[in-house]
């Protein structure tokens, strides 16, 4: 069984120091599952991993098979560059909750202080990095938003 130890947050909450990544992860439904198994209570995902349905699963399978209660779990998960506008940070946060199957998040970072022209849902999710894979020059189109207002967002 895995022990990690806490730390305390001014909030009162306590995250554990490690937390299992679920990038580039092959069957993450599987290992999140075993994972919380052995111990780790600590997930760390995000939409750009393109796996949050299947991590959920697994966070999902452990709660139901009485492993542990969802209380019991630090989940974070993370707001992509093609978000970063005001208007579409709750919307980015409610589709990873959705994703995930959960009411709530423990943590929501930004993934990466770079805003990218906004890429609906219905067009492509996750997004990328780049405006238009497709394209003959794939390449970043930045936005123009700064910072603050993507705090003021969340």
Known sequence: MVSCSKQKLRT???MPVLGLGTWKMQNPKQVVYQAI???WRHIDCACDYDNEIEVGA???KAIDAGVCKREDLWVTSK???TYHA???VKAACQKTLQDLGLDYLDLYLVHFPIALKYVPFEERYPP???YDPASANPKLEFADIP???TWQGI
């Open 12 to 14: 009162g909450d306590e």
């Open 79 to 81: 707001l992509w560059n």
């Open 86 to 88: 005001k208007e579409h």
């Open 37 to 39: 198994e052995a111990g």
């Open 147 to 149: 910072l603050h207002e």
């Open 58 to 60: 697994g966070m999902r």
């Open 128 to 130: 990328e990095w780049t």
